[in-house]
């Protein structure tokens, strides 16, 4: 069974950039894609990107600017790197796999990041 | 951007009862490969959001058949019949026709 975790920081200063770490187990990240979605609080969930199992990359054209998504297929992790964060990147972020028309059916535990001074 | 409008945003239901939640698409959300990319989740609360139905009308593995999704082109419905106590969650559509965005949720609550 494909069981993912997200691990990082709960806590980012504004402006700094916020890393977190989605560990794979169960499965092989260079088979499917594998995105990340955060939930704002208040309910709204917005699709951040996601990796392929080759290594390239989509990202939510709102965030383009500032996300980037990578790998380490050794250690079957890949990982989210949002740069320049605001208070509004308060949220709880999660990893999840993508199925065959791309619908998120396996997500982590998610982690819940503040963003203050 | 595909934009999703679910409705109603809460919902009060006994159990035992029938109910159904509504999703519009401001675009069809039929591929030309003949699929349409419109899914549902379901989450409780304190968990993680969890696969509840693909493509309009594929019930996840494991997921009870009191559950279903129905609908085309840009209006869809998920009914669930009869409502259980575990139901209690929010309930979110989403597409991924273009990119991925979500519904804004409908939250189930039970009298």
């Known amino acids: 069974e494909v069981q993912l975790q997200e691990s990082g920081p709960g806590l980012v200063k504004p402006s700094q950039s916020l890393s977190l770490t989605c560990s794979v187990t169960?499965?092989?990240?260079?088979?499917?894609?594998w995105g990340w979605i955060r939930k704002f609080p208040g309910n709204k969930m917005e699709w951040m990107g996601y990796?392929?199992?080759?290594?390239?990359?989509s990202y939510n054209p709102s965030l383009k600017s500032r996300i980037s998504i990578t790998r380490d297929t050794s250690k079957n992790q890949f990982f989210l790197q949002l740069n320049s964060v605001t208070t509004e990147d308060t949220a709880t972020y999660y990893c999840?796999?993508?199925?065959?028309?791309?619908?998120?059916?396996?997500w982590g535990q998610g982690v819940m990041v503040t963003v203050s001074s | 951007d595909v934009v999703l409008t679910q409705t109603p945003p809460t919902l009060s239901a006994t159990i035992g009862q029938s109910v159904s939640i509504s999703c519009r698409s401001s675009?069809?959300?039929?591929?030309?490969?003949?699929?349409?990319?419109l899914h549902w989740l379901l989450q409780r609360p304190g968990q993680s959001p969890q696969l509840l139905i693909y493509?309009?009308?594929n019930l996840e593995s494991g997921v009870p058949n009191r559950f279903s999704g129905s609908g085309s082109g840009t209006d869809f419905t998920l009914t669930i019949d009869p409502v259980e106590a575990d139901d209690t969650a929010t309930y979110f559509c989403?597409?991924?026709?273009?990119?991925?965005?979500f519904g804004a949720g409908t939250k189930l609550e039970l009298k």
């Open positions: 999840a796999s993508l199925g065959a028309r791309y619908y998120f059916d396996y």
């Open positions: 169960g499965y092989s990240i260079t088979s499917n894609y």
């Open positions: 990796i392929s199992y080759s290594g390239s990359t």
């Open positions: 675009q069809s959300l039929l591929h030309s490969n003949g699929n349409t990319y």
């Open positions: 493509s309009v009308s």
């Open positions: 989403q597409q991924s026709w273009n990119e991925n965005t």
